[in-house]
């Protein structure tokens, strides 16, 4: 089924951050985040069992269990199974080791077969305490994890995950599979192959105001064709783009910093919020179906929603297409 169809809102809730990715967030705030999100009107929520070892499934799963099964679209991630017991010494995240260091110590094995496939649904549902998932991504089968191994790591899960999904999404128990990754190489190398296919993908921090480039140039249009939609995740960049000091899940580098702040040169030029430059931005493209922001705090979830409705004037995306900080490729908000 299109992501389209399942997918309510142009706006729902990431909650990578609830698994304590920056900082160990106390419980009750990451409760108060998940009920204002959903106090607020949230209806699409993306989790995984890497967040925090499975802190954020719980997190996510005290709040939405206890709302009527129907009411909201729910998506988890496979390849990573979450055991009981704890882990000794350092984590493999590859270019990402120290996320999550501050999450649960339980010890995560990353695998994409089928069996692994199913473990990993059964975990996430139990952590979640619900009964089914509408969407379910395969996770990070990618080069930022795996570095040249990634490929072997694809084909675990082509012949795996893959398999289990498309029968799952056949037979009706889940609504929809795909990608949810870091980089555009494993969904452009997914959408060439002559297997089943997946019906959308949640593609993380590639298609942002801060980087879009490579997503245009191959991946995008093959996606369109295919009429395969895209869930935007980390939309801020993991926050420089929201007010934060994070780029690509670390200190933002002293070039990013000096491109954001050209960019709010023009944000405050046109008295325009950036959380409302860059949520529009990669809403804009016709491939988007939706993006999932992530948050530790209540009051990011009325600034998102205010960033999705905020009028931005025509001339601010001439002016910043004009002044080369966005692609001349890039789609821009209807009436720029
Ligand atoms: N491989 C994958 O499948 C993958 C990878 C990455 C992301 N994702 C999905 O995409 C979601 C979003 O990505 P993300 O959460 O990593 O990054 P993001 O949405 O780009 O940025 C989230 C960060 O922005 C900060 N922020 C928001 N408003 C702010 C403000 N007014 N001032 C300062 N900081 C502000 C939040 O800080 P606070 O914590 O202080 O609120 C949070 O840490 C994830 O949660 C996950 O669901 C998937």
Same mark, same amino acid.
Do not use: C, H, N
């Given at each position: 089924m299109k992501l389209r169809e399942i997918i309510p809102d142009r706006i729902g809730f990431g909650t990578a951050p609830l698994g304590n990715m920056f900082r160990a967030v106390p419980d009750d705030e990451a409760r108060a985040t &998940?009920?204002?999100?959903?106090?607020e009107g949230i209806r699409? =929520?993306?989790t995984a069992p890497l967040y925090?070892?499975? $802190? !954020?499934? $719980?997190?996510?799963g005290q709040v939405i269990s206890q709302q009527p099964r129907d009411a909201y679209v729910l998506s988890s991630k496979v390849g990573r199974i979450i055991l009981d017991e704890e882990e000794v010494g350092a984590r493999d995240l590859g270019e990402k080791g120290a996320l999550f260091e501050h999450g649960r110590k339980n010890k995560i094995v990353h695998e994409w077969t089928a069996e692994a496939t199913e473990r990993s649904l059964e975990g996430s549902l139990?952590?979640?305490? &619900?009964?089914?998932?509408d969407i379910v991504w395969v996770h990070d089968i990618a080069q930022d994890f795996h570095g040249d191994a990634w490929l072997q790591k694809f084909e675990e899960a082509r012949t795996g995950a893959f398999r289990v999904l498309s029968r799952l999404r056949d037979q009706g128990v889940i609504r929809a599979w795909g990608l949810g990754v870091n980089r555009t190489e494993p969904i452009e190398l997914t959408l060439a192959l002559d297997e089943p296919q997946p019906d959308g993908f949640l593609l993380a921090g590639r298609y942002t105001l801060l980087d879009h480039e490579h997503a245009l140039q191959r991946l995008l249009p093959m996606a369109a064709e295919q009429g395969v939609g895209m869930v935007v995740g980390g939309p801020y960049s993991s926050g420089i783009l929201a007010g934060g000091t994070h =780029?690509?899940? !670390?200190?933002?580098?002293p070039e990013i910093v000096e491109k954001v702040r050209r960019i709010r040169e023009i944000t405050d030029r046109y008295a325009v919020s950036i959380k409302a430059a860059a949520l529009q931005f990669s809403l804009a493209h016709p491939v988007s179906v939706a993006a999932v922001p992530g948050a530790t705090k209540p009051s990011r979830i009325a600034e998102d929603i205010a960033a999705v409705q905020e009028?931005?004037?025509a001339g601010f995306w001439v002016d910043l297409r004009q002044s080369g900080l966005v692609s001349p490729q890039a789609p821009?908000?209807?009436?720029?």
């Open positions: &998940v009920q204002a999100a959903w106090d699409y =929520f993306d925090g070892a499975g $802190l !954020a499934e $719980l997190r996510l139990t952590r979640l305490g &619900v009964d089914r998932l =780029f690509e899940y !670390a200190d933002a580098s009028k931005i004037p821009l908000p209807e009436g720029a």
